[in-house]
C-alpha cells in the first residue's frame, strides 16, 4: 500500500532524512544518542590533533522519537539506579545536576504473613543497595534530554512511531502516526499528516513489549530458538508523609503477603522531602486470572507494617508498567541490515535484582559505538553491526543477565518450592539443578478462575478492594487521575480487539475477564450484552484511561487485544516517577 493512500485528496507525507534514527526517548534511547554524540566529537578531535588518520565524520543528523507528549512523560520505574553506566556516560553527572533523590544507605528484606512481619536477619546479596542511587526516572530522562539536547541532538516528543519501512529485509526508516483524525479514522480539521523519516540506522528503543519492534522481531523471526518474552506488572504509588517523619534513602523489599496465588513481591523507598515510594511486582505467567496488582498494592497498605510505616500519608502519584523478565534466555537478535535493539525492548533486565536502567543505557552507548563505526565505513548492514552483539557479550550486560539466566523460570515454580534452587543458582553461577530452562507464554498460563479459586471463587476477602478513602486508598480510576494521562477522545482507539465475541461466550464464563482485573487503569470493563443471551457480558474499552503498561498485550488468554500506539502526545503525564 501506498504510504499516502490512506490520505485525503491532495495531502502528502513530508520525508525528513536523519543520520541515526532512535525510536524512544527513555534512559537506552538518550544514552545512545549522547554517547554517539561525545563519539563523534572524540573521533573528530582526533583526527584534526593527528592523534588519528582517516577522515572526520562530517555534521551527522541524530533524532530521536518520543511517543510521549514529553521526554519522561511515560517513564516510570522503582527506581534504583546502578550508576555504573551513568559514571561512564556522564563523569561528573553530580557536578551537572543529575537529578538524585537520595543515596541508599539502608537496605533490609521483610516478610509479612496476614497478620505478622518480621526482617529477615540477613539482606540476602541480591537485595544489597547501600551506593545505589534513588531517582525519579521521569525526572531523570528530562535531564538526560537537557544534556542531549545541548548537544545539537534533535528530539521529538509527540510523535508516535507506527510502522517501518523496508527495502527487502533491511530497515531504512519508519513512518510517523497521522495526528487529528476521529474515532473512524476520519480526517478532522486539525488533521496531519505522518512524517517519513528515513535513516542509515535505526535504533529501536522503545522499552518494554516496544510496538514497532514486535512486528520487526515477528517479521524478521528475530526469536527464533529463543525463550518465550515473559513479563512482570509492576504499579507504584508516592506517598507524602507529614513533615519530619521520612528519612532518605532506605530501601525495604517484602515478601508474601498480599499475593496468594501469584509470584511477587513489594519495594518502599524513602525520598527527601518526606515522601515514600511503594510499588508491587507481579509475575505475569501466574495461574491466577483474578490477578489484580492495583488491588494488591492497596491490599498491601492495609497491612499493620505497612500501616505503621505510611501513618498520616496522602498519595500524591501513580503509575503502572510491564518489565521484560525473561533475561539471557530471551533476547532477541540484537541487530539486523540497518538495525539494532536496546534495552527493555531486548529482554534487558535483572529482574532477580529488580534492575535494568543501567543495562539500558549501557546498551544504547554501546550501539552508539557502533553506529560510529557504521557512519565512518557508510555501511549499516548487519556484517557491520553484528559488532553490536560482540560488545554486549562483552560488557556487565552479560555477566549479570547470565549469573540469573534461570531466575525467572525458578521462582514462577512458587517461592518456598524455589528457594533451594535458587540457592544452587546462587552457588553455581546461575546454572542451578538444569541450565536453560524454558518460559512458558504469559498468555498460556492463566487457568480457570475455578481451577485457581475453588467453587467460590469471588466471595473471599482477598478479593476485595479496600474502600477508597482519597488519602492512602484509591479505586482505579482515582489513581489514574493520579498520572496525569490524557488522550483525544475523539481519536482512534488503539486498542484493538480481534474478537468480541470470545470476550463474551468464553472469557468471561471461565476466566471472569482478566483485563478487567490485570489492567490497572479502569481501560476495560464488562458490561450487560445488549445483543447476547442473558447473563452474558460485553468488553467495553476505555482507552482514553491507557497509562501504556502494554500488560493486556501480553497476559489476554486468547492474545485477542492488541496495543498499537495513539495519537502522538497521548498516555500518562508522569513528573514524579
Known sequence: MSQNSDLPDGVTREQM???????GGGAAGLSCAFHLSKQIEKHNQE????????????????????????????????????????KELIPSFKEEGCPIEAEVNYDAVHFLGDDYSFKLPVTPPPFHNKGNLIISLSKFNRWLAEKCEARGINIFPGFAAVEVLYEGDKIVGVRTGDKGRDKLGKPKNNFEPGLILKSKLVVFSEGTRGSLFKQVAKKLNLRQGKNSEVFEEGVKEIIQMPKGTVTPGRVIHTMGFPLKKSIGGTFIYTLPEDRIVVGLVAYLDSRDPLLDPHKELQRLKTHKFMRKLLAGGKVIAYGGKTLPAGGWYSIPKLFGDGWMV??????????????????????????AEVAVSAL?????????????????????????????????????????????????????????????????????????VVDVWGPDSLTGGEHQLPASDGQLFFDKLGSVYLTGTMHDEDSPNHLLLQNSDTCRTVCEPKY????????PAS??????????????????????????????????????????VPEGG????????
Open 17 to 23: 532524512d536523519v543520520d541515526i534514527l532512535i525510536i
Open 47 to 86: 583526527i584534526s590533533s593527528g592523534q588519528r588518520s582517516g577522515n572526520p565524520i562530517p555534521d551527522v543528523m541524530i533524532a530521536v522519537l518520543e511517543k510521549g507528549a514529553e521526554i519522561g512523560a511515560h517513564s516510570l520505574s522503582g527506581a534504583v539506579l546502578n550508576p555504573v553506566a551513568l
Open 342 to 367: 536496546t534495552g527493555d525492548s531486548a529482554s534487558m533486565v535483572d529482574v532477580q535484582k529488580l534492575k535494568g536502567i543501567h543495562m539500558a543505557m549501557k546498551s544504547g552507548m554501546l550501539a
Open 376 to 448: 565512518l565505513k557508510a555501511d549499516s548492514s548487519s556484517g557491520v553491526l553484528a559488532d553490536y552483539d560482540v560488545k554486549v557479550r562483552n560488557s556487565f550486560i552479560k555477566d549479570e543477565l547470565y549469573r540469573v539466566r534461570n531466575f525467572h523460570q525458578t521462582l514462577s515454580k512458587g517461592l518456598f518450592a524455589s528457594l533451594p534452587l535458587i540457592a544452587l543458582q546462587e552457588l553455581s553461577g546461575g546454572r542451578g539443578l538444569f541450565d536453560g530452562m524454558k518460559t512458558h507464554e504469559d498468555a498460556k498460563t492463566t487457568e480457570s
Open 512 to 519: 471472569k475477564s482478566p483485563c478487567v482485573r490485570f489492567c
Open 523 to 564: 481501560v476495560y470493563e464488562m458490561i450487560p450484552a445488549k445483543d447476547g443471551q442473558s447473563g452474558q457480558y460485553d468488553l467495553q474499552i476505555n482507552y482514553t484511561n491507557c497509562i501504556h503498561c502494554k500488560t493486556c498485550d501480553i497476559k489476554c488468554p486468547f492474545e485477542n487485544i492488541d496495543w498499537t
Open 570 to 577: 497521548g498516555g500518562p503525564r508522569y513528573r514524579e516517577t
